[in-house]
C-alpha cells in the first residue's frame, strides 16, 4: 500500500490509459471518477470499460468548455468527486484550467519526448523524422503552457536506425510509459514528486501533421532524411507521395539501399523526385537529393495496402482458404474481438479502419489477437488485410506456419509415421537455399530404428555438387540476401521465433530423436530437446551484444591516433556434427553461428540426420531466410569432404573422433586456411575420495558413465577410488545397475536405451573383450542383451591398470572403468588422472573444498565437476584441451564465429577531420568521411555534403538551415548570402550581441566592423570588418615572401597588427562584390588592377620595414648575449679565486693544529716527569684532567 491513499481522477482516453488506470488501482489508490471521450458509434473507450467493470463513475464530455470558458454543469460534476490528484495518460482534449489546478495536488500529464524538445501533438513522429538517436517520455506537472509545465520524471532510450512509430511506440512507449505514470503517482503520495523548471534551451515545437503537405515525402533532401521521414509517419499518417499520378502512402522502409543489389526493376514516375523510382522484387526504390537511394517495402493506394513489390501488378483474387472445424472457432473468437473494438455487426466485407478504427485500435487488435489465439501479427498485417474475411484469413495462415495448425507451411515430399500415439511429418530431402530437393546423385542413406533395427526411411545423400550449391547459396544469403542487410536486433527476434516453434513441436522432436538415435524419450525430451531451446534462446539474446572495443594507440604529434575493432561475421560456415545427440550438437554450433550474423551448410551424422531435417522445417516456418541454413545429409567421406575442401566456406566447426578431427584440420589447411573449431575424443577421469558424500558418489558416478546409453563426449571414462572406500562403492554401483530398465526408448519407464548404431554396438563388445583379455575384472555387463535391438549391457570393471586398453582408450559407451588408489595419495592419483592425451572434462567428489579446488587446478581439461557430474548450461563454455580439441561451443566465447577488424584513425572521432567540424564529418549511412571543401555560404572549412565538378559546396549545418527555413539571403551587415530566416548571418548576429551594432569598415565602406575590446579588427590604426581582415590574411599567406611562415599574432606597441596598409580584400562571395573591368584588352586602365599594384607596393614596403625591425632585435639580441657571455667569465674568475683562498687558509689550519698536538705532548711527557720526582719525596701529587688541561696550556 502506498504511504497515502490518493483520490485521482483519470482524464484520457485509449488502452494506454485503461492500463495506467489499472495500475494506479492496484497500487491502492481510489480512482473517484473517470473522464473520457464519447462513444465512437457503438465503440466505447477502452478506458471507459474498464471503469465501469470497477462501478467508477463515468463521464464522456465531448467538449469541457464553451466559448472558451469552461462549462459550469461540468465543472460542478467534476468537483464533486473530490479528485485530489489529475492524472492524464494520454488525451486529445482540451482541458481547462479550472479542472487542471483544482485537486490539492494539481495535474500530471505524460508526454511522448524528452521535453523541452519536440513539444507538440506529433512528437514521437518528429522525433523519428529528425534522425534524433535518443528519445523518451516525460511525466510533467500540468500549467496554461504548450507542454511547458516543470518535470516530474523522465525515461529516455536510445533509437534503433530501423525504429517506427510503432515500434517505438510498442518496445518502450507503452510498456514503460505505463509504469512511469504509476511511479510518478507513488512520488507525490510520499510527498517527494520534484517540480524542476524546464529550460528553453533546445526547446522546440512542432505542429500536427494533419495537414497534406506535411506529409509530402521532401526529395531535395537526402536519402537518409527521406527514410527518417517516412519511418517517422509509419504507421500513422504515412508518408504521402504521387506515383504515376495516383495518390500513395508509404510504410516499411528498409533504410538505404544498394542499387547493385536491384535486379529486373520496373521504373514509375514519382512527383518531385529528379529520377523515376524503381519498382522491384523487394521494394521501391526511391532517390534523394544525393543520389542515394531508400528501398520501401509497402504502399497503401486508395485505402489499400499492398507490397510495393506489387505495385503496378494485377492482383489476383486468391483462393479462399479451407478451414478445419477447429480453425472454424479461430475465426469465431476473431469475430468477437472485431466485434468488441469496433463495436458494430462484422461481415466478410467489413473494413476495420473504414469502420472507424485507428492506430490504437491496431494496437488493441495485435494485443488481444496474441492474448486469446496465441499468434503474435505486427501492426502492419493489420494494413495489409483490412477487411475481416483478408485479417482472419491472415491469422489463419500465421496459426498454421507457427506450427499451431494443420496446414503445411513448407513443401516437401513427407515421411509419416505413427509413434508415441501421434503422427509424425517429417522430411527426408536434402534442405539447400530455403527448400527440400533430392540429392544430384540420385543416393541415398538408410535411417534404421536401433529398438529394432527396422528401416524408418531412406535420406538423400548429398554429394560433392550439392554441397557447391549449398554453399553457394549461403554465400549469396550472406552477401547480397535479406539475412545480411537486416539488423542484430531482427535477427534475435528470429532466433527466438524458432526457439519457440522448436518449443512448440518439443514432442515430435524428441519423438523422431528416439526413433532415430535410439535415446531414451524423457532423456529427449528434456536434454537432447530442451537443451537445444535454451541455446537457441540465450544466442537469440546475444545477438546485439557483440561489440568491438576501443583500443588507445600512441599518437603521432600533432595527430591524434586511436584504434578501434570491430566483430564481423566471418561468412559462410560449416559443421559437422555426430550422432550422439542430433538436434543438441546441431544448436550447440549453429546457434551461435547465426547469433553472429553467419550463414550455415551443415552436415548431421549420417546414421541420425532425421532431427537436422525436422529443424530446417522449422527455420521456415520461424522466417529464416533463404540460403541462411542449408542441411545436408550425407557420408563424412563425401559430404563432410566437400564442406571441409571448399574455398567458399571461412570456418568449420566439428564435433566427432580425434583421428576424423586430424583430418578435417589438414584439409582446413589444405584448402584455403579456413578457421576451425574441434570437439573430439575424450577419456574424462573422475575421483572419488573417501572423504566424499558416498550416496551420491554413486548415484553421480552411475550417470556420469551411463547418461544417455554411455554415448556422452565427456562421460566419466574412468574412475580412481580411494582404496579405503573402493568395495564398498564398487558393491553399491552394481547394486544399483542391476535395477535399471532396460526396453523400447519410447516406454517412459525405460532407463537404459539401444545403442545409435550397430556398428557402434559391435565395436563395444570388442572393446570388453580385450579388457577382459589383458586381466581386468569384468564385474558386470559386458555383453549384447538377448533381445532384437541394438541394447548393450551396463558394463562394469575393476582392477583396471594404467596400461591397458580400456585405462587408456574411450569405449563410447555404457562401460565403468574403476581403477583404485591408494589411501591420501592426492599427488599420485591427478598425475594418473592426467596421464592421456585426452583433456576434455574431469571430475572429483570430497568433502574437502581445498583438495577439491587442489585437484581441479592441477588436472589438465577443459572442465572440471565438483562433487556433481554432466552438469553443462548454455552460458557456460564447453570444450577440452590437449586432443580433445580446441575452441569452445555455448558460452559467449563461441558467439565469436566473427572475424575481428581493426580500424586506426588520426582522429578519435571523426577519421582525420578537424573535430571542431566533427558534426558534419560522417553522416549515418556513410563509413568514410566526408570530402573537405568551404562551404558557400558560412565560408567555414567543413565536410561539404554535395562537392563536385560544377556543384556548390553546402556544409551540413547550412543544409539543414535551407531545409527549415529555404534558401539564404544577403545578410544587411556583410552582405554574404547566409542569412537564414532573419535579415542577419549567424556571424553578424552573434558580433552585434557581443560588441554592439556595427561601423564603418575602413577598408571597404560598408557598415560591418565591430569595435572588439581587445583590438583584434584594428590593422595598422584602421577598423577592418571580419572579411576584410580575413582577406588579408589569405593573401599574406599565400605571398612568396620567407615572412610567409611567420605567424600573424605579432602585435605592436599599440596592440594592433603592426602593418602600415592593407590589401584590397576579394569579395567574390558578396553581394556587390568588385565587377570585372569592362575593357577586355588587358588591365591597362583598370582601377581595381592600379589599386591592386599600390596594395603590392605598399606590402613590399612594410615587408621590408618589417625585415629592418627584426634586424635590429637581432643585433640587440646579439649584443646582450654578449655581455652576458663576459659576465658569466667574470664571474667564473672569482669562483677560481674563491677557491683557492679556501685551499690556503685551509692548509694554514692545519699547519696549526700540527703544531699544537706537538707542544700538548712535549708537557705530558714534563709532567710525567715531575711526578715521578714527587712520589720520591713522599708528597702525593693528584693530578685530573681539568689540571692536566691547565697544565698543558700556553701560559704554563
Known sequence: MPQRSLKVAIIGQSAFASEVYKLIKRNGHDIVGVFTVPDVGNREDPLATTAALDNVPVFKYKAWRAKKVVIPSVLAEYEALGAELNVLPYCSQFIPMEIIDAPEFKSIVYHPSLLPKHRGAASINWTLMSGDSETGFTVFWADDGLDTGPILLQKNVLVDPMDTVDSLYNRFMYPEGIKAMAEAVELIAAGQAPKITQTEEGASYEPMLNKPELRRIPFDKPALDIHNFIRGMDSVPGASITINQEEAQLFGSKGLVDLSTVQNGTEVIIEGMSRPGIVH????????????????????????????????????????????????????????????????????????????????????????????????????????????????????????????????????????????????????????????????????LKSINPNDESLICDVEAASKEDVDKAVKAAQFAFEQGEWGKMSARDRGKLLFKLADL?????????????????AVYTLALKTHVGMSIDTWRYFAGWTDKIQGSTIPISHARPNRNLTITKREPIGVCGLVTPWNYPLMMLSWKMAACLAAGNTVVIKPAQVSPL????????????????????????????????????????????TGSTPIGQVIMRSCADSNIKKCSLELGGKSPLIIFADCDLDRAVRQGIGGVFFNKGENCIAAGRLFVEESIHDEFVNRVIEDVKKMTIGDPLDRGTAHGPQNHRAHLEKLVEYCEIGVKEGATLKYGGKQVPRSGLFFMPTIFTD???????????????????????????????????????????????????????????????????????????????????????????????????????????????????????????????????????????????????????????????????????????????????????????????????????RQCDECKQKSAFDKPDEKNMLNGKRLCWVCLASFKKSLRKSSDPLRKRKLSGKDSRGSLSLSSTPTPAKMNRVGSLKSSSNTGGDEGDPSSSDHMATIAHLREEIANLSKQITSKDQQLLSKDKLVTELRAQVHNIEQQSRQKMKHAQKLHDDEMNDLRLVTKDLQLKVATLSKQTKNKGVAVVTNSNNNSQNNSPDA
Open 281 to 444: 522484387s523487394d521494394g521501391l526504390v526511391l532517390f534523394g537529393s544525393d543520389g542515394k537511394a531508400v528501398n520501401v517495402s509497402r504502399l497503401r493506394v486508395n485505402g489499400k495496402m499492398i507490397n510495393a513489390s506489387k505495385y503496378g501488378q494485377t492482383v489476383s483474387s486468391s483462393s479462399k482458404i479451407q478451414l478445419s472445424e477447429e480453425e472454424q472457432g479461430v475465426v469465431d473468437v476473431v469475430k468477437s474481438i472485431w466485434q468488441s473494438i469496433l463495436g458494430c455487426e462484422i461481415e466478410h466485407e467489413t473494413d476495420f479502419f473504414a469502420s472507424g478504427a485507428g492506430s490504437m485500435e491496431v494496437v488493441r487488435l495485435v494485443e488481444e489477437v496474441k492474448d486469446k489465439i496465441k499468434v503474435e501479427l505486427a501492426n502492419e498485417d493489420v494494413f495489409m488485410a483490412t477487411t475481416f474475411e483478408e485479417f482472419s484469413s491472415a491469422v489463419i495462415l500465421a496459426r498454421r506456419s507457427s506450427g499451431d495448425g494443420s496446414g503445411p507451411a513448407v513443401v516437401y515430399d513427407p515421411v509419416k509415421i505413427n509413434a508415441n500415439n501421434m503422427e509424425l511429418v517429417f522430411p527426408h530431402q536434402l534442405f539447400i537455399n530455403g527448400e527440400f530437393v533430392n540429392a544430384t546423385s540420385g543416393k541415398t
Open 611 to 654: 532431427t537436422a531435417l525436422k529443424f530446417a522445417e522449422l527455420t521456415v516456418k520461424a522466417g529464416i531466410p533463404k540460403g541462411v541454413v542449408n542441411v545436408l545429409p550425407g557420408t563424412g567421406s563425401v559430404c563432410g569432404q566437400a564442406i571441409a575442401d571448399h574455398p567458399l566456406v571461412r570456418k568449420l566447426g566439428f
Open 502 to 518: 522448436m518449443e512448440q513441436n518439443k514432442e515430435e522432436l524428441a519423438t523422431i530423436e528416439s526413433l532415430d538415435s535410439g
Open 800 to 998: 583396471v591398470k594404467d596400461d591397458m586398453f580400456i585405462a587408456k582408450e574411450e569405449s563410447f559407451g555404457p562401460i565403468m572403468i574403476i581403477s583404485k588408489f591408494p589411501n591420501g595419495d592426492v599427488e599420485g592419483v591427478v598425475k594418473r588422472a592426467n596421464a592421456t592425451e585426452f583433456g576434455l572434462a574431469s571430475g572429483v567428489f570430497t568433502k574437502d573444498l581445498n583438495k577439491a579446488l587442489y585437484v581441479s587446478d592441477k588436472i589438465d581439461a577443459g572442465t572440471c565437476f565438483v562433487n556433481t557430474y554432466n552438469k553443462t548450461d548454455v552460458a557456460a563454455p564447453f570444450g577440452g584441451f590437449k586432443q580433445s580439441g580446441f575452441g569452445k561451443d555455448l558460452g559467449v566465447e563461441s558467439v565469436l564465429f566473427k572475424k575481428i577488424r581493426v580500424i586506426s584513425s588520426r582522429d578519435p572521432v571523426t577519421f582525420g577531420i578537424n573535430p571542431r567540424v566533427s558534426k558534419y564529418a560522417v553522416t549515418n549511412n556513410c563509413q568514410a568521411p566526408a570530402q573537405l571543401g568551404k562551404c558557400h555560404h558560412c565560408r567555414q572549412e567543413c565536410p561539404a555534403t554535395s562537392k563536385g565538378k560544377g556543384e556548390t559546396v553546402v556544409c551540413k549545418n547550412c543544409e539543414s538551415k535551407i531545409s527549415r527555413y529555404g534558401q539564404p539571403k544577403a545578410c544587411s551587415v556583410c552582405n554574404f548570402v547566409s542569412a537564414f530566416g532573419s535579415s542577419k548571418c549567424g556571424r553578424c548576429s552573434h558580433y552585434e550581441k557581443k560588441y554592439g551594432p556595427p
